[in-house]
């Protein structure tokens, strides 16, 4: 959910509402991977997302409200899109009880770009915030570790995401950095489940070379994540998780971290 206050200059003087803003993204991620060797392998990974955004309007004592203005930020829609296809290549060893996994590779610029909503805005005219792709080549680096503990697994992975230029609209998203810390372990019959932490930090975007006060100006994220799994005979594994957010440290305004759920199937 984003919310915030507009002020908005009209007939009969300044006005000033809130803009109650609600989001809904689903993604569907597909996954296709091959082993070239005994430690190498390749992965190439299709998002598809929908996002679906509502809107209304409250005055200062949190009443429904008609603004005096047609707000040209804001609209109730429905989008569908492709994101940016990524392609990594894997490494993968084991020394002792130690396990060892490393991937490298790129998003591809595929998903639809938007022009600066925030400079349209400037000069009244609609524009679009939500963005399917980056429109630039950004290299992305992963590390993990793991080993037995008992009858647990414990895992440590790091992951980084770059960027590097502009793409043709002036945009350019912060860098991204993640660690985690994982539990699994099995758990009756043929189940098994996992218990995660993961921390984030997102640096601020840049629209020519600029910050956008009403833009993404970075943030930190932790949040917590559960899940359970199980292989189906003939059907290949099955597994859903949540994710809770713990603590959120962000700067200007922005949308509060969401609860994320997630169910995937792999053969």
Do not use: C
Not at 30 to 42: E, I, K, V
Not at 84 to 107: E, I, K, L, Q, T
Not at 214 to 223: A, C, K, P, T, V
Not at 232 to 258: D, I, M, N, R, W
Request: aromatic letters at 10%; glycine letters at 12%.
């Amino acid at each position: 959910m984003n919310l915030h206050i507009e002020h908005i200059e009209s007939d009969n003087g300044p006005v000033s509402y809130w803009h109650v803003q609600r989001l809904l993204f689903t993604q569907v991620d597909f996954t296709a991977a091959r082993g070239l060797s005994q430690n190498l392998g390749l992965e190439v990974v299709l998002p598809l997302r929908l996002v679906r955004g509502r809107i209304r309007y409250e005055d200062l004592a949190r009443r429904p409200f008609i603004p005096p203005v047609p707000d040209y930020h804001h609209r109730n829609e429905t989008l569908t899109g492709i994101s940016d296809p990524r392609v990594f290549a894997h490494f993968g060893s084991a020394a002792g009880s130690w396990s060892y996994g490393a991937r490298a590779g790129v998003s591809v610029p595929l998903g639809r770009t938007e022009p600066n909503p925030f400079e349209l805005g400037r000069l009244g005219l609609p524009h679009e915030h939500i963005q399917f792709g980056t429109g630039t080549w950004i290299p992305i680096l992963y590390a993990g570790v793991g080993r037995p503990i008992g009858h647990a697994q414990i895992q440590l992975a790091g992951q980084a995401r770059f960027s590097l230029y502009e793409n043709a609209h002036g945009y350019r998203p912060g860098n991204l950095y993640n660690a985690s810390a994982s539990l699994s372990r099995a758990l009756a019959g043929r189940w098994g489940g996992f218990l995660g932490l993961n921390l984030s930090r997102e640096e601020a975007e840049r629209w020519s070379g600029r910050l956008e006060e009403e833009g993404n100006l970075g943030r930190r994220d932790l949040s917590l994540t559960m899940g359970a799994g199980r292989p189906v005979a003939e059907l290949g594994a099955f597994s859903f998780s949540a994710t809770a957010p713990l603590h959120s440290k962000a700067e200007g305004e922005q949308s509060k971290t969401p609860w994320v759920f997630s169910l995937s199937w792999s053969r």
